[in-house]
Nanobody, 115 residues
């Protein structure tokens, strides 16, 4: 069973930046994609950004142009660079790893953006 550990969350002022990291405990065979999702209080979990094993990326409409997802396969690490943060970006951010058999989730890291 792979473990995903997120880090990099915190409190930042609007307009600031944060970089999230997600380390997988081992390399995964059959990897389809990795991604970041977020869930704000009272809202459903939503896609933030996703990167496939081939390197294709897609972003949620609200973050496109501000956030950038990258993956370092050698380090089994996924990153999310978040720029121009807004109060509405406040949420718990979850790392996801998708294989042909399972979806794996991290425990989440809190991001709070103050106005």
């Amino acid at each position: 069973q792979v473990q995903l550990v997120e880090s990099g969350g915190g409190l930042v002022q609007a307009g600031g930046s944060l970089r999230l990291s997600c380390v997988a405990s081992k390399s995964i065979r059959g990897l389809i994609a990795m991604g970041w999702y977020r869930q704000a209080p009272g809202k459903q979990r939503e896609l933030v950004a996703r990167i496939t094993s081939g390197g294709s990326t897609n972003y949620g409409d609200s973050v496109r142009g501000r956030f950038n997802i990258t993956r370092d396969s050698a380090k089994n690490t996924l990153y999310l660079q978040m720029n121009s943060l807004k109060p509405e970006d406040t949420a718990v951010y979850y790392c996801n790893l998708q294989t042909s058999l399972q979806n794996h989730w991290g425990q989440g890291t809190q991001v709070t953006v103050s106005s």
